[in-house]
């Protein structure tokens, strides 16, 4: 039942080239940073990254972005990531853009053992429809398209009544690995997250076959509060213990501040 392993470097050593890895963290917040570094220094290539986004450059999933190791990014935007855009639309990367909700559903059903759903966002667009360019050559033209999704129309409840409305189906999604960064963990591989850090990582931790946790604290099995688990350690397979150091190294993605002076007008 004791989960914990030495060092990230062991616990990424069996990710093959080719994988699927499931990344939590919201932007900067909350991501696995340590487990990615690790796989960089692995050289581990041509991942299919399923994350909210690809971090920014010069830290987290962007390191992996930087020294070609992805492949395909599943993601719902962007963001603050230039190398991101750069290669997307050069035809380096390959990019399946989904919405935010549909991505955490998508990812909760594959640890659910729900293989489809059917939601409504999307529905009379490309989303549904098919046609959003997944990939570009380096002309710019669009060499793979997204198909075309299956739609239908049931019965809900609307503020006049029941109505007919029309949902389109999205399919789960189950990672090789999944990769994750909790606030507390057990050597059971039972984890809790702080606060905004909770985001993508139990969805991440819930679709992964196998599921490697780095914690910033580890404690031992029974010190914390069942009530307070956020993901238990049936979904866990490997836990990693950070250093201080590594817990502490969080980045901020867009720093904002006001100058003194603001301040004292203020005042």
Not at 2 to 31: H, Q
Not at 135 to 141: C, T
């Amino acid at each position: 039942m004791d989960k914990v392993v030495g060092s990230a470097a062991e616990a990424v050593a069996d990710v093959p080239n080719g994988a699927t890895i499931a990344v939590g963290g919201f932007g900067l917040c909350g991501i696995p940073s340590v487990l990615i570094g690790a796989l960089l220094e692995a050289g581990t290539r041509d991942l299919e990254a399923v994350s909210n986004n690809a971090g920014v450059d010069g830290w987290g999933l962007g390191l992996l972005l930087e020294q070609g190791r992805l492949r395909r990014m599943v993601a719902s935007y962007v963001g603050e990531n230039k190398e991101f855009a750069r290669q997307y639309l050069s035809g380096e990367l390959e990019v399946e853009l989904t919405p935010q909700g549909t991505l955490a559903e998508r990812m909760r059903a594959g640890g659910s053992g729900i293989p489809a759903f059917f939601t409504a966002t999307g529905v009379g667009t490309q989303v549904a429809e098919g046609g959003l360019p997944w990939k570009y050559d380096s002309e710019g033209n669009v060499v793979v398209s997204s198909p075309p999704k299956q739609t239908q129309t049931f019965e809900t409840a609307g503020p006049d009544g029941v109505v007919e409305q029309e949902f389109v189906l999205e399919r789960a999604i189950v990672a090789d690995f999944g990769l994750v960064r909790a606030w507390k963990g057990d050597r059971h591989g039972n984890l809790v997250f702080r606060q905004s850090a909770r985001n993508f990582n139990p969805l991440a931790a819930m679709c992964g076959r196998v599921t490697i946790a780095e914690v910033e604290e580890l404690v031992e099995p029974g010190d914390l509060d069942p009530n307070d688990i956020h993901t238990p350690g049936a979904f866990v397979q490997r836990v990693v213990a950070l250093s201080p150091e590594q817990a502490a190294d969080k980045r901020i993605e867009k720093l904002t501040v006001r100058t003194r002076s603001d301040e004292q007008g203020e005042a």
